[in-house]
């Protein structure tokens, strides 16, 4: 029998037993931190509740996958880490700088 993989969870670690759910958690993890900044503040719990509604309800993927997200998406807000957030761009200002300090 092959060794499965384990999807790490904030402190737990789950069997990833189903390729759909762990794609779909792959996904809402990562769209929680490269859309963090768009969220309305302060999050309430209309807001979410719409969020996994809609999510949960999006025909384009599969119940589990649409499961999965939204639990990726959870276990990314909970654990909110900083060093994750999609900043690391240089924006175009320093781009600039930086090619006429080549120059």
């Known amino acids: 029998m092959a060794q499965q993989e384990l ?3 904030v402190n737990n670690q ?3 037993d189903d390729e759909e759910f762990s794609d779909g958690f792959g996904n809402g993890y990562l769209h929680y ?3 963090n900044y768009q969220l309305p ?3 309430t719990c209309q807001s979410v509740y719409r969020f996994m509604r ?4 999006d025909p384009r993927k599969s119940e589990r996958w649409n499961a999965g997200f ?3 998406w959870g276990i990314a807000l909970c654990e909110n880490c900083a ?3 999609f900043t690391s761009l240089p924006s175009i200002e320093e781009n600039s700088v930086l090619a006429m300090q080549q120059a």
């Open 7 to 9: 999807l790490e969870v």
């Open 14 to 16: 789950m069997v990833d």
């Open 33 to 35: 931190y490269a859309t």
């Open 41 to 43: 503040r302060p999050l």
């Open 54 to 57: 809609e999510n949960l309800a």
């Open 70 to 72: 939204i639990f990726g």
């Open 83 to 85: 060093d994750y957030f």
